[in-house]
C-alpha cells in the first residue's frame, strides 16, 4: 500500500519520541491501519530519520540553551527591580500599586525558578533514561534470531508490562 507524505510524517513523529517500534505500532494503526514494523524501518532508512532527528535534537538543543540564557537575563533584571521596589517598601514609600508590583514581581521569579527546577528533575531525567535503555534492551533481544519470534509474539504483553512499570513509576506517554 503507497502512503503519503502525511502518513510518513505521522510516522515519524512516534520516531521522534523515542522506544520501540512495538510500542508505537499500536497507536500508528489506528489511523493508518497495515503499517508494519517493517514499513516504519525503511521509512527510517529511506527518510534518513536518524539524521533528521540528530538535526531536530541540535536545534531543540540550541534553543534550550537560548531559553536558559533569556530566563537568566530576565531574572536578573526582574530581580533589579524587586530589590528597588523592595527599597521603596522599607523606606516608607508605600503603596497599594507597589506592593502589587512587587508580588508580581516575585511571582514571576519564583514561576521561572520552578520551571528552572522542573527542568532539572533528576527523578524524571533518570526515568527517562531508564526507559530508552530498557527499550533498547528488548530492542536487541529482539534482534537474536532464537528470540524474536518470542518476543514478537508478546508484543501485547511487552507493551502492558511497560506501561505498568510507567505507572508504578511515575512516567506515561
Request: with cysteine; charged share 30%.
Amino acid at each position: 500500500m503507497a502512503y503519503d507524505s502525511q502518513a510518513h510524517e505521522f510516522v515519524f513523529s512516534f520516531y521522534l519520541k523515542g522506544g520501540s517500534w512495538e510500542r508505537w505500532l499500536p497507536k500508528i494503526n489506528e489511523v493508518y491501519p497495515g503499517i508494519s514494523k517493517s514499513t516504519c524501518q525503511t521509512w527510517e532508512e529511506r527518510f534518513e530519520w536518524r539524521k533528521r532527528r540528530a538535526e531536530l535534537d541540535h536545534k531543540r538543543a540550541d534553543f534550550e540553551d537560548l531559553v536558559r540564557d533569556y530566563s537568566r537575563v530576565l531574572v536578573a533584571d526582574l530581580e533589579i527591580a524587586r530589590v528597588k521596589l523592595l527599597e521603596q517598601i522599607q523606606a516608607g514609600e508605600i503603596s497599594n500599586q507597589t506592593y502589587y508590583q512587587f508580588a508580581a514581581i516575585t511571582g514571576q521569579i519564583a514561576k521561572i525558578c520552578a520551571e528552572h527546577e522542573k527542568r532539572r528533575d533528576p527523578d524524571r531525567i533518570a526515568l527517562a533514561v531508564l526507559n530508552e535503555a530498557f527499550e533498547a534492551f528488548v530492542q536487541r533481544l529482539a534482534a537474536i534470531p532464537a528470540l524474536n519470534k518470542v518476543i514478537s509474539a508478546s508484543t501485547d504483553e511487552i507493551g502492558k508490562a511497560v506501561a505498568d512499570i510507567a505507572d508504578r513509576y511515575g512516567r506515561s506517554n
